[in-house]
């Protein structure tokens, strides 16, 4: 088992601070660097690490700080060339190159163009992350920080984007959300998860932490800086996709496409088909498990259950929908030449989502207010194009996933080269739901570099010159 560095680990990384549940995401942009590196140098001292604390320290806890760094930031920090060619491709290019654009499906509104940050018209190059037990912590860690980014003088605010944790943790749709997570071997968090969902997928620290060793086996590749060939080592890859969703005209479609033939509205057949978009009944209940309703209909109990699969259990779909969002986002068993090749397969494209809502819940879910709402989508991984960018593309936006025909994920895919249906399972005869417009539209995003503390250290100690950085450091 991998022997995790936690006092070199962003604590954002092993945990998604569920007790802290205000948080405002600060994106920021470097006009100086000499300044900026000694706001960072600053920093560091005050970034959440993931060393474990008692229970009772925990729910002491009254705020966290964590920091992610763009490509271009890194650049402007002063590494040097050589070093910045040793991260990802994909993180070079960033989320709004035109290649990675057709990669994500993000087009027409959701193309990087339309976007309110993280395109060419308004770059950013750091994230930091504040999250706090209280909306008067939150203030006063934002009321610092900015105050810190003034004296400064080298970083300008581009945005500030507020992000919460809903008290029942569903998402603005309506379905309960952060269900499936997978758990990264040595972080201690096992039976946490298994109290949560009664189910735990435990995968090598490498499929997340840069470093350590992988499912394939092998050490995940770590960008290298002169002086510190280790320089990726504890960090991971994040990506950040502002998504706005459209709730009213999600529930406004549904109900259209259930109406009994008088043309009043059928609620019971419009939640149903809500569900078989989504793969779960609002309070979180599988499909596969629970295919003729939801358990805790009428009541506000939310279920967890994550221990199910597909190829034994529904393999035509007649439960879940082959192409519902979460047999897409996570197909698990179902492709393959057996199910536990498939199953093999489906983990080593693992994403640790730690994405939070922003924006007040609609009060009627037919009436749109006119305010924006939906989802910060955050997830770490080690391998942005094995991970996040091959469910994007290869399962989300698949015209022909699991042998489905010009058809992509009914609640976030890209429509644009398909007949706009969705096809529900049955026996006898499937139905197909036509006419699918986009329910989702991306407002900004970038991939970011969550670095380990020694490497936050050394980009804080850049000098114009090389610098070589050398340290002694264990995990105690």
Known sequence: MAQLEHHDIQGFLLSSYGHLPCATYLLLRISDVASSRQWLARLTDEVRTAVAVSKAEREQEVFSVNLALTHTGLSKLGLDPAALATFSLAFQEGMAAEHRARILGDTKDSAPQEWHWGNADNPVDILLLVFARDEDALEAQLRQRRNDIVAARGIQEVSALSAGRQEDTKEHFGFADGIGQPVIEGSGRLSRQLDRTGHATVLKAGEFILGYVNDYGVVADTPSATGMPDFGRNATYLVFRQMAQHV????????????????????????????????????????????????????????SENDFEFYENDGHGFACPIGAHIRRANPRDALGPDSQTALQSAKRHSILRRGRSYGHRLANPFVEDGTERGLHFICLNSDIERQFELIQQTWINNTTFSGLQRETDPLIGNHDKTDRLFTVQDDPLRTRVSNLRSFVTVKGGAYFFLHGLRALRYLGSLKDSIFHYQTEWRDE
């Open 248 to 303: 009213a005209e999600f529930w406004r479609f549904l109900d259209d496409a259930t109406r009994r033939s008088d043309g009043t509205s059928d609620q019971a057949a419009r939640e149903r088909l809500a569900a078989k978009f989504v793969g779960r009944w609002t309070s979180g209940a599988p499909l596969v498990k629970y295919p003729s309703g939801d358990p805790h209909a009428g009541t506000s109990t939310l279920n």
